[in-house]
């Protein structure tokens, strides 16, 4: 028997960091359009060290679980979920509730996330047919307000199921022509992190 041939890149590999691209790139227009800047936070891939408050609010987004299933012997079709979880806090004082404002800054982030992901432009993700069967938001989950003294910390987490054609063949697939960004991902000394030249 033959040897395997050099794997590339697998799409679920692909999807999370297109995932993530998106989203660093479609919330900084998105703050420009507003004029907000709480819109542009660090947005970091498969984080594990915990956050810090100075560092609040900021974004993290996980390869959660896969299924697979009309598997042939040159491909199969794959069911991943993703997790985008977004972490913010705020203080209170006499005049406003921390607890409020926080889970209303992240309740307003993830419905902005959930109306990118499922905006037309997006509906293969950039990446040409038919390697995206489909993309969709299965949920949305808030934990309740963490109190330290003043300040409320709460965490909010947006499902994201995207079926997707793996094959040695397509895994190669480039974007579609008209979706581009200048956003990267970089090492940084908390983990892989999405920067676009806005951020330098």
């Given at each position: 028997?033959?040897?395997?041939?050099?794997?590339?890149?697998?799409?679920?590999?692909?999807?999370?960091?297109?995932?993530?691209?998106?989203?660093?790139?479609?919330?900084?227009?998105?703050?420009?359009?507003?004029?907000?800047?709480?819109?542009?936070?660090?947005?970091?891939?498969?984080?594990?060290?915990?956050?810090?408050?100075?560092?609040?609010?900021?974004?993290?987004?996980?390869?959660?679980?896969?299924?697979?299933?009309?598997?042939?012997?040159?491909?199969?079709?794959?069911?991943?979920?993703?997790?985008?979880e977004l972490v913010a806090n705020g203080k209170s004082d006499d005049e406003k509730h921390g607890d409020t404002l926080t889970m209303n800054q992240v309740q307003r982030v993830?419905?902005?996330?959930?109306?990118?992901?499922?905006?037309?432009?997006?509906?293969?993700?950039?990446?040409?047919?038919?390697?995206?069967?489909?993309?969709?938001?299965?949920?949305?989950?808030?934990?309740?307000?963490?109190?330290?003294?003043?300040?409320?910390?709460?965490?909010?987490?947006?499902?994201?199921?995207?079926?997707?054609?793996?094959?040695?063949?397509?895994?190669?697939?480039?974007?579609?022509?008209?979706?581009?960004?200048?956003?990267?991902?970089?090492?940084?000394?908390?983990?892989?992190?999405?920067?676009?030249?806005?951020?330098?």
């Amino acid at each position: 028997m033959g040897e395997i041939p050099l794997i590339p890149t697998q799409v679920f590999e692909l999807i999370h960091n297109r995932i993530g691209e998106i989203l660093t790139d479609e919330l900084e227009k998105q703050s420009l359009l507003a004029a907000d800047p709480s819109l542009v936070f660090p947005i970091f891939k498969e984080r594990d060290i915990p956050f810090n408050d100075s560092e609040l609010p900021a974004m993290n987004i996980m390869f959660d679980e896969s299924e697979y299933d009309m598997q042939t012997q040159v491909q199969h079709t794959g069911d991943y979920q993703y997790v985008i979880e977004l972490v913010a806090n705020g203080k209170s004082d006499d005049e406003k509730h921390g607890d409020t404002l926080t889970m209303n800054q992240v309740q307003r982030v993830l419905g902005i996330c959930r109306e990118i992901i499922m905006n037309p432009k997006y509906t293969t993700l950039g990446f040409p047919k038919p390697l995206i069967e489909n993309r969709k938001v299965i949920g949305m989950r808030f934990g309740k307000p963490v109190r330290q003294d003043s300040s409320h910390t709460i965490l909010g987490r947006l499902m994201v199921r995207v079926k997707a054609v793996e094959s040695a063949q397509l895994n190669t697939a480039n974007l579609i022509q008209g979706i581009d960004t200048t956003v990267f991902l970089h090492e940084t000394e908390l983990g892989y992190q999405w920067k676009s030249y806005f951020m330098q």
